[in-house]
């Protein structure tokens, strides 16, 4: 059974730091790019940040490019988001996400798994 496992998510303060993680039991994980999501209450998910097959290219939304860093593990089919200077509008639950090549897009119809998510909450 495909799973991805998301961890990391709390309740920081503005300019905290947090780092989630997203462990996969897929066996393509190594073949395929990964990506972060976001979902704040009553609006769509949001592309995050995305990471190559084999981590060499990266991409961010404009709304985190400075303060989040997408990588991976391939041999622990991990793959990790850091998170810093938190702002009260990163407030969402986060999604990791397989891709359906090993390099793939911004749209979540380019992704093939996702996880159950994991909610991070920053207070002003």
């Known amino acids: 059974q495909v799973q991805l496992v998301e961890s990391g998510g709390g309740a920081v303060q503005a300019g905290d730091s947090l780092t989630l993680s997203c462990t996969a039991s897929t066996t393509t994980f190594s073949n395929d790019a990964m990506a972060w999501f976001r979902q704040a209450p009553g609006k769509e998910r949001d592309f995050v940040a995305t990471?190559?097959?084999?981590?060499?290219?990266?991409y961010y939304a404009d709304s985190v490019n400075g303060r989040f860093t997408i990588s991976r593990d391939n041999a622990k089919n991990t793959v990790f988001m850091q998170m810093n200077s938190l702002k009260p509008e990163d407030t969402a639950v986060y999604y990791c996400a397989e891709g359906r090549a090993p390099i793939t897009g911004l749209s979540t119809g380019a992704y093939k798994y996702w996880g159950q998510g994991t909610q991070v909450t920053v207070s002003s």
């Open positions: 990471i190559s097959w084999i981590g060499d290219a990266t």
